[in-house]
């Protein structure tokens, strides 16, 4: 994750002042997974009393956080969890009109397109039911992230679900939305 954001994020004193939001529940156990992400961000240079762990709506509307960092998992679940915690509105408005940084990785980066519908090309969808697949809509492309696991037919199955262009990711990248733009 560090060489990730490095790639980023600038990685001077200023990191010590911004407070960065964690979306941890594309994994098995949302608590661990904040822990393990969070002493990632420590080690990278962020103030560890500015880290949190967002649990619902007012987690987020009370903070305005500089960044948001949603990591890996499962995106059916990430995106879920997003909705049964009401943040998927207030992580958008964060984004868009309080211009926090979005950082995704992998499910991260998947729900920040404006439909998922396309990743049951890729995995198993055991979590959404209802079939509505819309998720924060950063991001007019739909996104392939581990581009280098999958072949040429699949990025192609992948646009004709989604009627878009997919835009590829490999494991070494990850998506980062500031000011309106990639």
Same mark, same amino acid.
């Not at 240079?45 to 560890?48: I, K, L, Q, S, T």
């Not at 997003?82 to 943040?87: A, D, G, S, T």
């Not at 072949?151 to 699949?154: I, R, W």
């Given at each position: =994750?560090? *060489? ?6 600038p990685?001077d ?5 911004? !407070?960065? #939001?964690v ?5 098995f ?9 969070k %002493?990632? #961000?420590? &080690?990278f240079?962020?103030?560890?009393e ?7 709506? /007012?987690?987020?509307? /009370?903070? /305005?956080?500089d ?8 995106p /059916?679940?990430?995106?879920?969890a ?6 998927l509105h207030? @992580?958008? *408005?964060?984004? =868009? ?8 990785v992998?499910a991260?980066? &998947?729900?920040?397109t404006e439909?998922?519908e396309y990743? =049951?090309q #890729?995995e &198993?969808?055991n979590v959404?039911r209802d ?7 950063? @991001?007019t *492309? ?7 696991r999958y072949?040429?037919?699949?990025l192609?199955a992948?646009? %004709? ?6 835009? !590829? ?5 990850? #998506? ?5 733009r =990639?």
């Open positions: =994750m560090r *060489e990730k954001f490095a790639k980023v994020i990685q004193e200023s990191l010590q002042e911004k !407070t960065c #939001l979306i941890p529940y594309a994994g156990d949302a608590e661990k997974t904040f822990e393990r992400e %002493q990632g #961000l420590v &080690d240079g962020f103030n560890p500015k880290i949190e762990l967002v649990r619902n709506s /007012f987690d987020i509307a /009370f903070r /305005f956080p960044y948001i960092y949603v990591p890996s998992g499962d /059916f679940k990430l995106l879920n997003v909705r049964e915690n009401k943040i207030d @992580i958008i *408005e964060c984004v =868009m009109d309080k211009h926090a940084v979005y950082v995704g992998s991260g980066a &998947d729900i920040a439909n998922i990743v =049951m #890729l &198993d969808n959404i079939n509505r697949f819309g998720a924060l809509g950063l @991001i *492309e739909s996104i392939l992230c581990h581009y280098e072949s040429y037919s699949t192609r992948c646009e %004709q679900i989604s009627g878009r262009s997919v835009m !590829t990711i490999k494991d070494e990248q990850l #998506l980062m939305f500031e000011n309106g =990639m």
